[in-house]
């Protein structure tokens, strides 16, 4: 996701302690005291300007909500959607997600999302893909035993890379959705690329994977 350059972006982060920590690493262990409920909580690593994450929130009060993105530019966009609602169980992560065990203590984390995540079809940028190995190894450190890796996209690429990716890695899969919109899964909340990529006619695909045993 490209955006304008926004100078004065991190200022107004700073301006937020309350729903964007400044130094993130100090709260490992300690996310559920940043909520006002104690419950689990889910991740979105590479949140974009945040709709999903925002409306997840409101669709699940009984789950915290954590937005993982590393540029300052749309974190701001995410940021402004939690000023106006001012949900309690949202927060958000001005991070790396290849720095997840940094963050997080093992298990603290009850499930992540991954959505329309940067196909980077080249192989050579594979390392990149937020379903390599490397990303795929800080995730399984986070989620408890059999954790699970919820995943869309519209990249047919991406998404086979990563249906190798994750089988390589020895995660199962408990759905594939070859065709998410013209399927019976209920309850979809549509991310920003999502709403772009199916009004071009782009099909999207989901997947639902499991960690192995450890
Ligand atoms: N999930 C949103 C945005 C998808 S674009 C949607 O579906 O609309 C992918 C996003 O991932 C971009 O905002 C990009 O900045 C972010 N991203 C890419 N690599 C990342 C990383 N290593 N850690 C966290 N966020 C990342």
Redesign the pocket.
């Known amino acids: 996701?490209r955006l304008r350059n926004k100078p004065w972006a991190q200022d107004k982060l700073n301006e937020y302690p309350q729903y964007v920590p400044a130094e993130p690493t100090e709260y490992k262990g300690k996310w559920q005291s940043r909520f006002e409920k104690e419950q689990p909580i889910h991740i979105?690593?590479?949140?974009?300007?945040g709709?999903?994450i925002i409306n997840m929130a409101k669709a699940h009060p009984e789950i915290n909500y954590i937005a993982?993105?590393?540029?300052t530019s749309?974190i701001v966009s995410i940021l402004e959607k939690q000023i106006e609602e001012a949900l309690p169980n949202v927060q958000i992560l001005h991070?790396?997600?290849?720095d997840l065990s940094e963050y997080f203590a093992p298990a603290e984390i009850s499930l992540l999302y991954?959505?329309?995540?940067?196909p980077w079809p080249k192989t050579r940028h594979a390392k990149?893909r937020?379903t390599s190995p490397i990303?795929l190894k800080q995730y399984e450190t986070i989620l408890p035993e059999n954790g699970e890796v919820h995943f869309?996209t519209d990249n047919q690429g991406l998404f086979e890379h990563s249906l190798e990716s994750m089988s390589e890695y020895g995660m199962y899969f408990k759905q594939v959705w070859l065709d998410l919109h013209k399927s019976d899964f209920e309850g979809n909340v549509m991310?920003?690329?999502?709403e772009?990529f199916s009004s071009r006619g782009n099909r999207i695909y989901r997947l639902e994977a499991v960690f192995p045993s450890k």
């Open positions: 996701m979105e690593v590479g949140s974009g300007k709709q999903f993982v993105e590393i540029q749309v991070g790396d997600g290849s991954l959505n329309f995540s940067d990149r937020l990303f869309k991310t920003e690329y999502e772009k």
